[in-house]
């Protein structure tokens, strides 16, 4: 079974330009995360997905970043525009929801560097 | 919202010693609590998680521990090997594992030859 995949794994842009960060989870997950890691920190919870509606998105910085996870599968998370603060891992995890676990298995992340 | 604290940020044990982190929550509602090692550069792994109706947990050298009275629980490495070194994360939810994780800072686990 493949795992949760992230693209691009590494991503450098200039301030103020727009960067889109795509996640696929594992197949069958109807929950997906995105998170957030800055470096020598833990994850930072921005954004849960349950199937294709925002159920949290209280932790998303919305004049500025924004998601979708339009047919209920494949996840886009987009800021625009981009600042140095930005620069950061950014991490999808999915979750079955359903079943004996509740484990979230995440993907390699992007790392995002603002120049 | 809730709030994990983990200590120590960095510990440093001889091969074959036992290591412990330790961490804190605040809110009374968490009920889910894994623990995640995370290799530099590599994503983050459930190593082992404990729900709040058990107080201990037991996975071959790795076991955790949970206090709900006083909020705490605890990673126990034992007989650490040099594989064990990386940086492990504790985290709580309150939704069963299915909302969000809340996780703390992280702790650097260093063993030495």
């Known amino acids: 079974e493949a795992g949760v995949v992230q693209s691009p794994r590494y991503k450098i842009i200039e301030k103020k330009q727009p960067v889109a960060f795509w996640c696929n989870p594992i197949?069958?997950?109807?929950?997906l995360y995105w998170y957030l890691q800055n470096l020598g920190q833990g994850p930072e919870l921005l954004i849960r997905?349950?199937?294709?509606?925002?159920?949290?998105d209280s932790q998303l910085p919305k004049d500025r970043f924004s998601a979708e996870r339009l047919k209920g599968v494949d996840s886009t998370l987009k800021i625009q525009p981009a600042e140095l603060g930005d620069s950061a891992v950014y991490l999808c995890a999915s979750s079955p929801r359903e079943g004996r676990t509740d484990e979230q298995f995440f993907g390699p992340g992007t790392r995002l560097t603002v120049l | 919202g809730e709030n994990v604290e983990q200590h120590p940020s960095t510990l440093s044990v001889q091969e074959g010693d036992s290591a412990v982190i330790k961490c804190t929550y605040s809110d009374s509602a968490s009920n889910y609590f894994p623990w995640y090692k995370q290799e530099l550069g590599k994503r983050p792994q459930l190593i082992i998680d404990i729900r709040s109706n058990v107080g201990e947990k037991k996975d071959q050298r790795i076991a955790v521990t949970l206090n709900k009275t006083a909020k705490h629980f605890s990673l126990h490495i034992t007989e650490t090997q040099p594989e064990d070194s990386a940086v492990y994360f504790c985290a709580a939810s309150s939704g069963g594992g299915a909302d969000g994780l809340t996780f703390g800072k992280g702790t650097h686990l260093i063993i030495q030859p």
């Open positions: 197949s069958g997950h109807n929950t």
């Open positions: 997905y349950e199937n294709e509606e925002a159920v949290d």
